[in-house]
């Protein structure tokens, strides 16, 4: 018998697609477009639930965000901008961080995309979700932070864990996850994976492989930092004994992996080596361990290689094949000269990796996850509510997923330790119980 494919709900609203960061701004959430046409082009459709994503309500934000960063991303429009300069400072927002038209939206949009996938896996209604307009790790709790304003992977992590006891974060995006790292890093519920560029000041900075997280969280943070021009084989070296071995120590229930196309060849921003296959590779993978999965976007500023790789590893989650002649869509244009999903890797960047860096970096973590007891114990209780629910008119409803009050009905367990105990406690984990309603 052939085996059961995987039920794959996908994300996605063009809307996202239609906002500008500005002139020379590198962030091109019109990508999102061209890889959304490309998996129409392929007729990939046909075999994923397409969704609409539900808008995020501030409440949603406010699960991380602090109120008054949430309620300054809700006032604030280009036309304001000289009238709030302080608190553009304090919010980080300026060069990398625009106020842009339309930027309000855009946050629900993306954010809204990530949530309604940890919804739907918490409810067993999919097995795989993607959301390539998701995946914006930099966002911190009051501030904006590299092209990212409201962190969607942190709230997609905590509406996981209202049903999971242990959640595993992946981030493949040539940036490190930082905002992600930064939020969980004092629990042992979450662990961060993140494979990037350090050193030469590159963005943001963080991302040690000596950062390994702190009180609870300590050994539960993972960084594998590269120099520039890693390849296909040199990231594999680490990617898959590493991920490996968290699989087994870690035992998640469910897995967010961010896909940032920024670590490909040729990125505007970028500085690796990785063909679309060694990228794909990865969610290969880790769609192998056949635990509930959650595949977001993230950087990646070569467009036609964004639209190409998101494509690709949409195809790679449904098992499906595709064929290299890339097809006729609006977009054609871009994928000049060759027009093909995998065009031959231009490796202009020299691989500063040696194999005794790789080494050393590999023996390093692989002695700090050996510090890790094997799957931490979690009792279960009753599980807080889903995401923030407003009061609607069932007839308002917009969404193809009307879930929302199918779900409301239904009763499922969780941890009993699931709240907020103080601003460092991101996943609502305590000693005491706070039962919900
Ligand atoms: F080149 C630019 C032109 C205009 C505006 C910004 C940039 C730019 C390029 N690289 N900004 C950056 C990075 N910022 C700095 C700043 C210098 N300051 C002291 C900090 O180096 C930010 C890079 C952000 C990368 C985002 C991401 O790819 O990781 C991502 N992931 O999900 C969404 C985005
Ligand atoms: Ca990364």
């Known amino acids: 018998m052939a085996p059961r494919k995987d039920r794959v709900s996908y994300f996605f609203d063009a809307d996202v697609g239609s906002v500008y960061y500005g002139p020379n701004h590198p962030m091109k959430p019109h990508r999102l477009c ?86 739907r896996l918490n409810h067993g209604l999919c097995d795989i ?10 966002a911190k ?17 905590l509406e996981l864990l209202k049903y999971h006891a242990r959640v595993l974060y992946i981030d493949i995006d040539i940036h490190h996850g930082d905002g992600v790292e930064e939020a969980f890093y004092m629990t042992d519920r979450v662990m961060t994976v993140s494979f990037h560029k350090y050193g030469d000041y590159f963005f943001p900075g963080t991302g040690d492989v000596k950062d390994i997280g702190e009180r609870d969280g300590k050994f539960y943070a993972v960084n594998v930092p590269f120099k520039d021009g890693i390849d296909d ?30 670590s490909l ?6 500085c690796f080596n990785l063909s679309i296959d060694g990228h794909a590779e990865c969610v290969k993978f880790m769609k192998k361990f056949a635990v509930p999965l959650l595949v977001t976007g993230g950087g990646g500023y070569t467009k036609q290689n964004v639209a190409r790789a998101w494509t690709y590893e949409t195809a ?33 960047i020299d691989n500063g990796n040696a194999k005794s860096y790789l080494q050393a ?21 009753e599980v807080p509510p889903d995401s923030y629910i407003p009061e609607v008119d069932q007839d308002d409803l917009t969404s193809p997923d009307e879930r929302f009050s199918q779900f409301q009905k239904d009763k499922m367990v969780a941890r009993d330790d699931e709240y907020y105990e103080d601003e460092y406690d991101q996943d609502h984990d305590t000693e005491e119980p706070r039962r919900h309603a």
């Not at 979700?129 to 930099?138: D, F, P, R, T």
């Not at 449904?318 to 231009?346: G, S």
């Open 34 to 119: 061209m890889a959304h046409s490309l998996i129409l082009g392929y007729g990939l459709h046909e075999k994923l639930e397409v969704y609409r994503p539900h808008k995020a309500y501030p409440q949603e934000f406010a699960q991380f965000h602090s109120t008054d960063y949430v309620e300054f991303l809700h006032r604030i429009t280009p036309e304001m901008t000289d009238y709030y300069k302080d608190q553009l400072v304090r919010y980080n927002m300026g060069e990398d961080c625009p106020v842009f038209d339309g930027l309000i939206d855009f946050c629900k949009i993306y954010t809204g995309g990530t949530i309604d996938g940890a919804v």
């Open 129 to 138: 979700a993607i959301n390539w307009s998701g995946g914006l790790h930099h």
């Open 141 to 157: 709790k009051q501030e904006a932070s590299g092209f990212c304003y409201i962190n969607d992977l942190v709230l997609g992590i």
């Open 233 to 262: 084989a040199g990231f594999h070296k680490l990617f898959k004994p590493v991920m490996t071995k968290v699989m087994e120590i870690f035992q998640p229930g469910a897995v967010v992996l961010q896909c940032g196309a920024d």
């Open 265 to 270: 060849a040729g990125d505007r921003l970028g």
């Open 316 to 348: 790679v989650l449904l098992d499906a094949q595709l064929p290299n002649e890339l097809p006729v869509t609006e977009y054609y244009e871009y994928f000049r000269p060759d027009y093909l999903l995998k065009p031959p890797v231009n490796t202009l």
């Open 361 to 381: 970096i590999k023996n390093t973590i692989m002695e700090n996850l050996r510090a890790i007891v094997h799957a931490p114990s979690v009792q279960m209780h």
